[in-house]
Structures are given as structure tokens and as C-alpha cells.
């Protein structure tokens, strides 16, 4: 695809709901990052995968917290009980490699109400 | 040590000026540091990035300075434009990891 792509653009969850934000990375792209960006702030890493294997999972802030890319393109971030701290932007970004130049998505806003 | 410091916080420039942003690390390990561009509702862009082996880098209207010694760089945005107004963040990252750490962000407002 031309660009890396998140889906849904926007998403208000009760407290308590679980949430599914998907990231279409880059075709061919080995290299698949999770960040998330509070209201004025840069972005905070959550987790990287090289191909399908998950090498990093240090920033996912508490075990609710679950990402997946089964098949190596498409990954999954997975909130379960979201709370209102979560409210966040959630950027995907992939690279070609894990040392190249990180391409973003538009970002999926989470409001948890 | 993990942090990336970004000031100033906002910075309103003239048409024609120059915008300078400031970032300093601590992590001595970092060996590579990109800067983003962020618009509302869009994910952040690429701008340009540096690695520690050459001092400036220049793209256009846009240099990077780096300063190894005192663990500092800086954008400059030559000629600055109303377009330039956005959201602009430093970030480094080492070989030994890939995440990048991000600065707090510069909200950068160019006047016509």
C-alpha cells in the first residue's frame, strides 16, 4: 500500500469495554512498532515485532495490554477493561528493517468514557 | 538516562525567520537521531535525521546540528514558512534497540 494504515480512525470506549485497533503496515515491511501518544506529549513506545515474533514488549503499560501479528503484516493492539487513562493516540509504524527510518500511520484516538 | 529533553515547548517565528528546536540525551549508546513533523490528526513524517559520526546535516530548509560532546542537537528551519506550522519532535534511538525514544514536542506557529 502507499502508506501505513490504522484503523478505526477514532474509537470511544465505555470504562471497562475491551478494544481492537489494527495496523496495516507497509507491504514487506519486517519491522512493526506500537506507540502511544498522550494529549501534548511525543510517543511513548509499547512494542516492536520483527516479522510475526514479538523481541519487545517492555512499554505495554499493565498485562491489559496485548499486541499480535500472527501472520507478519496486519497486527493487532488489544486493550481489555479499558480504563480512562488509556485515552491516547495509538500510532503504528513500520520499517523495513528494524535500523531504517520508521513510517507512521494517521493513528487510531482512543477516548475511554 | 532514557529521556530525550525538547525545548522550547512553543515557538512562534515570522515569516522568513528561522526556527531553532533544542534536544539533549544522556544515553551515550544513542546513535541515531530523526526528526518528526506532526500535523493535526496525522501520524508524525520524517525530516531528517542524523547519526553521530558528522556534526550537520542539511535537507533543503532543514539542518541538523549535533554536538557529540555536549550531547545536544538542533533543528533549524531556514526561511521559515506558514506551511512549517506544526508539531515537530526530536527522537533518538541506539543500535542496540529500535524504539525511539521522542522529545515532549515543539509546537512550532510561523506568522504570514
Known amino acids: 500500500g502507499a502508506g501505513v494504515s490504522q484503523s478505526p480512525r477514532y474509537k470511544v470506549a465505555k470504562r471497562g469495554q475491551d478494544v481492537a485497533l489494527r495496523c496495516d503496515p507497509i507491504s514487506g515491511h519486517v519491522s512493526l512498532f506500537w506507540y502511544q501518544q498522550a494529549l501534548g506529549q511525543g510517543p511513548e513506545f509499547l512494542t516492536y515485532f520483527q516479522n510475526e515474533a514479538q523481541l519487545d514488549k517492555s512499554g505495554l503499560p499493565s498485562d491489559r495490554f496485548f499486541a499480535e501479528r500472527p501472520e507478519g503484516s496486519v497486527s493487532t493492539l488489544k486493550i481489555q477493561r479499558t480504563q480512562q487513562e488509556d485515552s491516547a493516540v495509538y500510532l503504528c509504524a513500520s520499517s523495513s528493517s528494524s535500523r531504517n527510518e520508521q513510517f507512521f500511520g494517521p493513528g487510531t484516538r482512543l477516548t475511554v468514557l | 538516562q532514557q529521556q530525550v529533553k525538547q525545548s522550547p515547548q512553543s515557538l512562534i517565528v515570522q515569516k522568513g525567520g528561522i526556527s531553532i528546536i533544542n534536544c539533549a540525551y544522556e544515553?551515550?549508546?544513542?546513535?541515531?537521531f530523526p526528526w518528526y513533523q506532526q500535523f493535526p490528526g496525522k501520524g508524525p513524517a520524517l525530516l531528517i535525521a542524523i547519526r553521530p559520526d558528522v556534526s550537520e546535516k542539511k535537507e533543503g530548509r532543514f539542518t541538523i546540528s549535533f554536538n557529540k560532546s555536549a550531547k545536544q542537537f538542533s533543528l533549524h528551519i531556514m526561511d521559515s514558512q506558514p506551511g512549517d506550522s506544526a508539531t515537530y519532535f526530536c527522537a533518538a534511538s541506539s543500535s542496540g534497540t529500535y524504539k525511539y525514544i521522542f522529545g515532549t514536542g515543539t509546537r512550532l506557529k510561523v506568522l504570514a
Open positions: 544515553n551515550t549508546a544513542f546513535d541515531y
